[in-house]
């Protein structure tokens, strides 16, 4: 359908191959997630989603659904309704060597982005090229030194020429060497950076796809950090001194307005901002466009990688971005300002742990904010962004934010440790009910001070489970599978073993006790959001590896062969209330546990006068665990 729409409009409106060309291609890169640049992807400890896809990963999506359809041929129902869904004009399986010029660009893409560019040889097809567009683009640029080769014949090539005959496959093979000529030659004050901004618009006009080229080539320059900084002074480069402190006091607002306690935004002293150069090349070219529909796809190919590619720059590279983006387009700033004030979070980890103890205060209603009211998903994620208030935009909801950065942080590790610890956190701020110390010393000796301001235990629990709730979705959005199956093997082993004991007294065993459940509810909803409950799934065949790892673990420390660090309280709360959830719940995980394990977890849980647990663990544990099954109730029988 795609391919007749632009067929059509070429044969109706005259548009040129190029044209053609370029809006294809542009919705493949929009298929492939191409506007999450590589350093979006590479940062944090866990690869994204974005990260992944590929135009293999599109091509073998496709196969698999077609060979999904085969299988599915045998019921009608399900083919009728496939039928309607789907037309294929090809049942055969495609594979990237199908495609050998875009299995090329592909390549060369990989490549511009791992390393530096290399390989262009005088006199090649490709030299002849990047002669040629480089004399169309930008004449008044002295090339000698900045393509490293002198004049060919391709470069007297005509211009009318080339936009006639050249494929625009050939074009965009020749690109990486001629911005690398280009900005080359801008940084050695051979080109403007008037002329620079102004041949890539030039280029883009003239190949739309060539946007796709350049995103990609100034972003992997911007991460090797080689090229000296732009001064953004209003001569050479565009200047944001008009909105930059409005920008910037803007941003403070809006992390206040969230419960975030930045202590400066402000730059340093008068001096002039400064930009990596490929990033204030690619905004230069960016706000040349104009802002209408003719434009927009273009813009939304390239805009989101200007800002994630700010952000991920030093301070104040975001907010010089954002004021310039503002002065072109005012509706936009709301959008602006908020990714400016994300850009915080990626350069401070003191403001992701705000974040997070935000996150948890927020939906716990342990907020005396106005914001934040009685807690809940509502307090959590708010109502989305908006200007409701006549001064700017309206406070960001916690969740919101941390959304958005997440895929930024980049120690994962120290995000899980923050969460457990705001995990104990808020099980004590529920039992106290929000009181501070001095109510609580009071409550202490008072007849009723174990139940802290009246708080039943029953409500105490249901909190308690939401906080367990809240810490393993943050788990399981910052990290995955692979970051939930290392909690389980190694970071909550670690904390049972190191942490410390508080003093003990009724109040505190209350609050020991309920950590415990809190931690066992925690780790079992970031098993089920690892891993399912079902077999099929493909993270599933981790699981007995990880699970039977971490049953070891509290087998081995109900033995005794190893001191605990936590209060024997949270131990004994945990133990009972993460292996009772996997029996009433789960039991599916414990068939695929070695019988030797069960067995000694039983031996375990008896001795903390769990009998009734004890058999159960082995009762529903399959066919493999009768024996030792059969073997408990008889000694149960017999004391």
Same mark, same amino acid.
Not at 178 to 206: E, I, M, Q, W
């Given at each position: 359908?795609?391919?007749? #729409?632009?067929?059509?409009s070429?044969?109706?409106r005259?548009?040129?191959?190029h ?8 919705l493949?890169l929009k ?13 944090g400890?866990?690869?994204?989603v974005a990260?992944?896809l590929?135009?293999? #990963? ?5 196969n698999?659904?077609?060979a999904?359809l085969?299988n599915?041929s045998?019921?009608?129902n399900?083919?009728r ?5 789907i037309t @294929?004009?090809s049942t ?8 050998p ?7 060369q893409?990989?490549?511009? =982005? ?5 390989g ?6 490709v030299?002849?090229?990047v002669e040629?567009?480089?004399n169309?683009?930008f004449?008044?640029m002295n090339?000698?030194?900045?393509s490293g080769?002198?004049s060919?014949?391709?470069s007297s090539?005509?211009? &009318?020429i080339?936009r006639l005959q050249l494929?625009a ?13 280009a ?5 050695h004050?051979k080109?403007s950076?008037?002329d620079?901004?102004?041949g890539l618009?030039?280029?883009?006009d ?7 080229s350049?995103l990609?080539y100034?972003t992997?320059e911007?991460?090797?950090?080689v090229w ?9 480069w565009?200047s %944001?001194a ?10 403070h607002?809006?992390?206040?307005a969230?419960g975030?306690?930045v202590?400066s ?6 001096s002039?901002?400064?930009?990596p150069l490929? @990033?204030?090349?690619l905004?230069?070219?960016t706000?040349?466009?104009k802002i209408?529909k ?18 991920c720059?030093p301070? %104040? ?19 602006l300002i908020?990714? &400016?004030s994300r850009t ?5 980890n003191d403001?992701i742990?705000?974040?997070?103890r935000?996150c948890?205060?927020s939906?716990?209603?342990?907020n005396?904010s106005?914001?934040?009211g009685?807690?809940?998903v509502?307090?959590l994620l708010g109502?989305?962004?908006g200007?409701? #208030?006549s001064?700017?935009l309206? %406070?960001?909801?916690?969740g ?5 950065v ?5 120690n994962i ?7 457990l610890s ?7 701020g =529920?039992? $106290? ?8 010393e ?7 001070g ?8 029953t ?6 489970k939401l $906080?367990?709730s809240v810490?393993?979705s943050?788990v399981?959005?910052?990290?995955? /599978?692979?970051? +939930? ?6 970071l909550l082993?670690s904390?049972f +073993?190191s ?5 003990h007294g009724?109040?505190?065993s209350?609050? $020991? ?5 809190? @931690?066992?509810?925690?780790s079992?909803l ?7 409950i079902?077999a ?9 590896? /990880?699970?039977?790892?971490h049953?070891e ?6 033995e005794?062969k ?5 209060d024997?309280a949270?131990?004994r709360?945990?133990?009972s209330?993460?292996?009772g959830?996997l ?8 068939q695929?546990?070695? /019988?030797h394990?069960?067995?000694?977890l039983s031996k375990?849980?008896?001795q ?5 647990l ?7 544990s399959?066919?493999?665990a009768?024996?030792? &099954?059969?073997?408990l ?7």
């Amino acid at each position: 359908m795609f391919t007749e #729409y632009i067929m059509d409009s070429y044969n109706r409106r005259g548009i040129n191959s190029h044209a053609v060309f370029s809006h294809a291609f542009t919705l493949l890169l929009k298929l492939w997630s191409f506007d999450h640049t590589p350093i979006e992807q590479a940062m944090g400890d866990m690869p994204s989603v974005a990260s992944q896809l590929s135009p293999e #990963y599109l091509l073998l999506v496709r196969n698999s659904q077609l060979a999904s359809l085969s299988n599915a041929s045998t019921d009608q129902n399900k083919g009728r309704i496939y039928s309607k869904l789907i037309t @294929l004009p090809s049942t055969e399986p495609i594979f990237m060597d199908s495609f050998p010029k875009l299995k090329c660009w592909y390549r060369q893409h990989q490549a511009c =982005i791992a390393s530096p560019l290399s390989g262009l040889m005088p006199g090649t097809p490709v030299h002849q090229i990047v002669e040629a567009l480089l004399n169309m683009l930008f004449k008044k640029m002295n090339r000698g030194s900045a393509s490293g080769s002198s004049s060919s014949s391709g470069s007297s090539m005509d211009e &009318a020429i080339l936009r006639l005959q050249l494929p625009a496959w050939d074009i965009l093979e020749a690109l990486p060497f001629v911005l690398d000529a280009a900005v080359t030659a801008c940084a050695h004050d051979k080109l403007s950076p008037r002329d620079l901004a102004t041949g890539l618009k030039d280029l883009a006009d003239f190949l739309p796809a060539s946007l796709a080229s350049i995103l990609s080539y100034f972003t992997a320059e911007v991460t090797r950090g080689v090229w000296k900084p732009a001064c953004m002074n209003g001569t050479d480069w565009p200047s %944001p001194a008009a909105n930059l402190s409005t920008v910037e006091q803007q941003i403070h607002k809006v992390l206040a307005a969230t419960g975030i306690d930045v202590p400066s935004l402000a730059t340093a002293g008068n001096s002039i901002p400064t930009l990596p150069l490929p @990033l204030a090349a690619l905004l230069s070219l960016t706000i040349t466009y104009k802002i209408d529909k003719a434009n927009e796809r273009y813009l939304n190919l390239v805009g989101r990688g200007v800002v994630v590619l700010a952000a991920c720059c030093p301070w %104040p590279c975001m907010p010089i971005v954002s004021a310039l983006w503002v002065q072109k387009a005012k509706r936009w700033s709301d959008f602006l300002i908020f990714a &400016a004030s994300r850009t915080v979070f990626n350069l401070n980890n003191d403001a992701i742990v705000q974040l997070l103890r935000s996150c948890f205060s927020s939906v716990l209603g342990l907020n005396s904010s106005p914001r934040c009211g009685n807690g809940g998903v509502g307090a959590l994620l708010g109502h989305g962004l908006g200007s409701c #208030y006549s001064n700017g935009l309206s %406070p960001v909801a916690p969740g919101i934010f941390y959304l958005r950065v997440y895929p930024f942080v980049r120690n994962i590790t120290l995000v899980t440790e923050e969460i457990l610890s705001l995990l104990m956190a808020s099980v004590k701020g =529920i039992v $106290a009910g929000g009181l501070s110390n001095d109510t609580i010393e009071k409550l202490k000796k008072t007849k009723f001070g174990m139940r802290y301001r009246q708080v039943s235990l029953t409500s105490a629990m249901t909190c308690v489970k939401l $906080a367990a709730s809240v810490g393993a979705s943050f788990v399981w959005i910052s990290g995955g /599978v692979n970051l +939930i199956q290392t909690l389980l093997k190694e970071l909550l082993p670690s904390w049972f +073993i190191s942490t410390q004991r508080s003093d003990h007294g009724e109040p505190e065993s209350v609050v $020991a006790t309920l950590i415990g459940y809190a @931690l066992a509810y925690f780790s079992v909803l970031c098993g089920l959001l690892a891993w399912g409950i079902d077999a099929p799934l493909s993270a599933s065949k981790w699981r007995s590896k /990880v699970l039977s790892c971490h049953l070891e673990f509290m087998a081995t420390a109900l033995e005794g062969k190893f001191s605990l660090g936590c209060d024997l309280a949270t131990w004994r709360a945990y133990v009972s209330g993460f292996l009772g959830l996997l029996v009433r719940c789960i039991p599916a995980w414990l068939q695929e546990i070695d /019988v030797h394990i069960l067995k000694s977890l039983s031996k375990g849980l008896r001795q903390l006068d769990e009998e009734e647990l004890a058999i159960a663990l082995v009762s529903v544990s399959g066919v493999n665990a009768m024996g030792a &099954a059969a073997e408990l109730i008889i000694q149960s029988a017999r004391v």
